[in-house]
């Protein structure tokens, strides 16, 4: 397969089609097939975030996205938010965030702290 940037949709899938079939060769990183699929992976990954960017998910998202990773409960959240009452109103938007909280939550719970700060 000929590599050349990917700048079309069609570029895209062709790429995204030679990428699924040398992932199901699984070839050694050392081999040219092996190369090919780094060089198609940091093509398609550069296409993907031009054309489909992801948008930072709001600080009540990035909050509870990481409660439900880590399996926490409301209780779980107060050394980091404060009493029951304050975390429930966080998280249903209506208390804001205060710098202790973000750095609380930043620290311990090791959210972003750029996504903390965003817009609520």
Same mark, same amino acid.
């Given at each position: 397969?000929?590599?050349?940037?990917?700048?079309?949709?069609?570029?895209?899938?062709?790429?995204?089609?030679?990428?699924?079939?040398?992932?199901?060769?699984?070839?050694?990183?050392?081999?040219?097939?092996?190369?090919?699929?780094?060089? =198609? %992976?940091?093509?398609?990954? *550069?296409?993907?975030? /031009?054309?489909?960017?992801?948008? $930072?998910?709001?600080? !009540?998202? +990035?909050?509870?996205?990481?409660?439900?990773?880590?399996?926490?409960?409301?209780?779980?959240?107060?050394?980091?938010?404060?009493?029951?009452?304050?975390?429930?109103?966080?998280?249903?938007?209506?208390?804001? =965030? %205060?710098?202790?909280?973000? *750095?609380?939550?930043? /620290?311990?719970?090791?959210?972003? $702290?750029?996504?903390? !700060?965003? +817009?609520?």
């Amino acid at each position: 397969m000929e590599i050349h940037p990917i700048r079309t949709e069609a570029d895209y899938s062709a790429a995204l089609a030679a990428v699924s079939a040398l992932v199901d060769a699984d070839p050694a990183s050392d081999t040219p097939e092996g190369e090919t699929l780094d060089i =198609l %992976s940091i093509l398609i990954e *550069r296409y993907e975030a /031009e054309h489909f960017p992801l948008k $930072a998910p709001s600080p !009540i998202e +990035a909050i509870k996205f990481r409660m439900e990773q880590a399996g926490l409960t409301v209780p779980d959240m107060q050394p980091y938010i404060g009493n029951t009452n304050r975390v429930y109103e966080v998280l249903a938007g209506k208390r804001a =965030l %205060s710098l202790a909280m973000i *750095r609380r939550l930043h /620290e311990g719970l090791r959210i972003p $702290a750029d996504v903390l !700060i965003g +817009a609520t």
